[in-house]
C-alpha cells in the first residue's frame, strides 16, 4: 500500500541495477510499513525540466494509507532525497508530494483495503 513513485528524467543506463530493490529497503524503514505491502516504480527517461533545463531531475510521488504526516513526511523526503543523490539529482531539483488514500480508495487482490481491514 505505500507506494514510491520517481518520475525522472535521468536515462535508464544511469539507474543502478540494484535501485529498486535499495529503495525498496530505504522506502520501508521511512514509512514503517510491512515490506510485503511497499511498492517502488521508477520511471526514467521522462521529460522532465526544472528550473526551464534538463539537468537530473525528478517529481516523486508517496502514497500510503497512514503513516503520513507533518513529522513523518520529514523522515520520508529526508530518505528520498538520499535515493535521488544517488540518480545525480540534486535536492534543488526534485520536488515530493504526499498522499495520503482513505482505505476505501486502495485496491488490492480484488478487493479494496477499506474491505480487507473490516475483515
Do not use: W
Amino acid at each position: 500500500m505505500p507506494l514510491l513513485k520517481i518520475t525522472t528524467n535521468v536515462p535508464r543506463s544511469k539507474v543502478p541495477a540494484d535501485f529498486t530493490a535499495e529503495a525498496s529497503v530505504a522506502f520501508q524503514k521511512a514509512i514503517q510499513k510491512p515490506m510485503q505491502y511497499v511498492a517502488v516504480v521508477v520511471i526514467p527517461d521522462s521529460l522532465v525540466a526544472f528550473d526551464n533545463n534538463q539537468e537530473p531531475a525528478a517529481y516523486v510521488e508517496i502514497m500510503s494509507i497512514g503513516h503520513l504526516g507533518e513529522k513523518e513526511n520529514v523522515i520520508i523526503s529526508e530518505a528520498v532525497f538520499q535515493l535521488l543523490a544517488k540518480l545525480g539529482v540534486k535536492d534543488t531539483r526534485a520536488y515530493v508530494c504526499f498522499n495520503d488514500k482513505p482505505a476505501f480508495e486502495v485496491g488490492y487482490k480484488g478487493t479494496t483495503f477499506g474491505e480487507i481491514f473490516k475483515a
